[in-house]
């Protein structure tokens, strides 16, 4: 506990309150999404526009975000670091998808299973990127956005499986006959009369549509290729010899790896920065729609919503928190000057994405599928107005924890 309580804890936390770069970034958020909320409540914007708005970031902002955070230079060291990071989002999302349907066992299923999804899968994508893209070159290095892209690499392998899967599950009015198909078959072979070979046929078929579909969602998205992509490019500038394509500045020749085109064809860099540009503001924007759209007053009252924000934004950040400890500690007590020790912007990215509110493909899962999406919704934009306030506090902690140390 002592190597956590340093003069560099405490310099660390005295440095990030007293300078601008956290504040500029937290005041910008708060104007911007208050902005959305404003224009929506006073209906200057459209309320449908909320979801052009996602389609736009999702579709166009994030996937060149996510290839643009990669187009820069790559070292063995931060190779194994952030291999480390995709470890630890493995780990992150397995215990939390498997542990999480646990915490609400005296509910029933469908409340179970959405409050299960919403608390295990935030909403790194679209609340914790656009936040952690401000806070770069300032409170965090430029390479939290590499270690936001690598750590979003499970958690959407997550969200498209097994979050996927849980959420398509019918529904209770669906099966209050039916637990598993294994009454199906069995009602079959009695002869009952209550299901029918069709019925089972259609049961798998449906359970078949379903796994493609998820297939599809993982393989097919945009973010998802565009973060394969500039992985790709990123990691294999290490492959000896690849670098010698080589440009002059003034005196000196700088040699890259033919893959990294935008160095070498600097408008295909413009383009990247400036569709990335646009994925900040209108997520931000958009996040501000949603609570105007949601009803806090619903929401306050509902103790259930309080209990699985509380857990949203406080608890599972914490448990984030207490995994990379220990994680670096094993690493620190193997070798104090190992090559793979995360640094303090690694686990500040982390302790972000692990704390922001519920994702929104889950709440689109909730509604498709008639899983509670009213419970949903109203966790969303509870958890979302929390999370505004939460969030500040665990960059603090894990730049502050980060300075010691366990970490680089």
């Known amino acids: ?30 104007f911007v999404i208050g902005l959305g909320f404003f224009l929506t409540k006073k209906q200057i914007l459209n309320k449908d526009w909320e979801k052009v708005f996602i389609k736009i970031v999702m579709v166009v902002g994030l996937p060149a975000l996510a290839l643009q955070g990669f187009l820069t230079d790559a070292s063995e060291d931060s190779l194994k670091k952030e291999l480390v990071v995709i470890l630890i989002g493995f780990l992150f999302y397995l215990l939390m998808t498997t542990t999480s349907k646990f915490i609400f066992y005296k509910q029933n299923k469908d409340v179970r299973d959405t409050l299960a999804m919403c608390i295990a899968l935030g909403s790194t994508t679209f ?14 290095d430029d390479a939290a956005k590499i270690t936001a892209n690598n750590f979003n690499i499970p958690y959407r392998i997550f969200l498209y499986t097994i979050g996927f899967s849980i959420m398509s599950r019918p529904n209770t009015e669906t099966v209050k006959s039916l637990v598993s198909s294994k009454k199906i078959k069995l009602a079959i072979a009695n002869n009952t009369g209550e299901f029918t070979e069709q019925d089972l046929l259609n049961y798998k078929e449906v359970k078949m549509k379903n796994l493609k579909k998820g297939l599809k969602s993982i393989f097919l998205n945009p973010i998802i290729i565009a973060t394969f992509i500039g992985f790709f490019i990123w990691a294999t500038q290490l492959i000896p010899g690849i670098k010698f394509v080589t440009y002059e500045s003034g005196d000196q020749a700088t040699y890259f790896s033919v893959l990294r085109i935008d160095l070498l064809f600097s408008p295909f860099k413009k ?3 400036t569709l990335s540009a646009i994925c900040t503001p209108l997520a931000w924007v958009a996040i501000g729609m949603t609570i105007a759209k949601g009803d806090v007053k619903k929401a306050i009252k509902s103790k259930t919503i309080w209990i699985a924000t509380f857990i949203r934004v406080i608890v599972v950040p914490l448990v984030a928190l207490l995994m990379v400890l220990a994680i670096a500690g094993i690493i620190y007590g193997i070798d104090p000057n190992s090559t793979m020790r995360l640094t ?4 500040a990215v982390i302790l972000i994405m692990a704390a922001t509110p519920p994702a929104n493909v889950v709440v689109a899962y909730a ?17 979302t107005v929390a999370a505004i306030v939460t969030m500040p506090i665990w960059v603090v902690v894990g730049v502050a924890i980060g300075s010691t140390p366990l970490f680089a």
């Open 367 to 383: 509604i498709n599928y008639n899983k509670e999406p009213e419970l949903a919704s109203n966790l969303t934009t509870l958890s």
């Open 344 to 347: 303090k912007t690694q686990l």
């Open 271 to 273: 383009i990247i920065d």
């Open 127 to 140: 609340f914790g990127i656009p936040l952690i893209t401000a806070l770069a070159g300032g409170v965090l």
């Open 1 to 30: 506990m002592h190597i956590l309580l340093t003069n560099q804890t405490s310099e660390a936390i005295q440095k990030i309150l007293g300078g601008w770069p956290l504040w500029t970034a937290i005041f910008a958020t708060i």
